[in-house]
């Protein structure tokens, strides 16, 4: 079994950072891509960034220039370092990885973590 674990949200000012990690565990045998997803109030879930195993990149253009996504293949972790935060950057941030584990090539899902940016 393949578990995601989100960690780092947390309530911040406008213009402040916070640094998000996502960790796969389990039985893994290879990670493609692992990206990050979000959830605002009232809203449907969209695309924030994704990588590649071989760190090509993606990002929504409302993030772009504010956000980086990188990764760590020795810990299986993504990371999305989040500056220059606004309002509506607040929202549940979904981890998400597609990877080739014992039940052959699958995508998951963790359980989110909230970040509010808020004064």
């Known amino acids: 079994q393949v578990q995601l674990v989100e960690s780092g949200g947390g309530l911040v000012q406008p213009g402040g950072s916070l640094r998000l990690s996502c960790a796969a565990s389990?039985?893994?045998?290879?990670?493609?891509?692992m990206g990050w997803y979000r959830q605002g109030p009232g809203k449907e879930r969209d695309l924030v960034a994704t990588?590649?195993?071989?760190?090509?990149?993606q990002y929504a253009d409302s993030v772009k220039g504010r956000f980086t996504i990188s990764r760590d293949n020795s810990k299986n972790t993504v990371y999305l370092q989040m500056n220059s935060l606004k309002p509506e950057d607040t929202a549940v941030y979904y981890c998400?990885?597609?990877?080739?584990?014992?039940?052959?090539?699958?995508?998951?899902w963790g359980k989110g973590t909230l970040v509010t940016v808020s004064s």
């Open positions: 990588i590649t195993s071989g760190r090509s990149t």
């Open positions: 389990g039985s893994i045998r290879s990670i493609d891509i």
């Open positions: 998400t990885t597609t990877l080739w584990g014992d039940l052959g090539e699958m995508d998951y």
